[in-house]
């Protein structure tokens, strides 16, 4: 299993970007499918984006941030980024990065194993 720690979360304005990071501690991070989620309150969790280990690191995102937000992860630095630009009011929430065994990208929390404790972004109009 590793471990995960989130950072990067704040307040910005709409329109604004903002960068998370996810720094895994513990073995093996370069063969773990990764995943960003949000959870919004009073919501349930979201799929943001993912990428997976097998294949060149292929990546999917949910419709709702597609073109504006990238994933993306540095295995020799045990890191995952979320870019996130153009933000929205309706992208305020708690963001979760999250590690799967998995060979293809998970979507449902159900398949991760292991969770960051979470970091508050928030969009003002």
């Known amino acids: 299993q590793v471990q995960l720690v989130e950072s990067g979360g704040g307040l910005v304005q709409a329109g604004g970007s903002l960068r998370l990071s996810c720094t895994a501690s513990?073995?093996?991070?370069?063969?773990?499918?990764m995943g960003w989620f949000r959870q919004a309150p009073g919501k349930e969790r979201e799929f943001v984006a993912g990428?997976?280990?097998?294949?060149?690191?292929?990546?999917q995102y949910a419709e709702s941030v597609k073109g504006r937000f990238t994933i993306s992860r540095d295995n020799a630095k045990n890191t995952l980024y979320l870019q996130m630009n153009s933000l929205k009011p309706e992208d305020t929430a708690v963001y979760y990065c999250?590690?799967?065994?998995?060979?293809?990208?998970?979507?449902?929390?159900?398949?991760?194993?292991?969770w960051g404790q979470g970091t508050q972004v928030t969009v003002s109009s």
């Open positions: 990428i997976s280990w097998f294949g060149g690191g292929n990546t």
């Open positions: 999250a590690a799967a065994r998995a060979r293809v990208i998970a979507t449902m929390p159900a398949d991760f194993g292991s």
């Open positions: 513990g073995r093996g991070f370069s063969t773990y499918t």
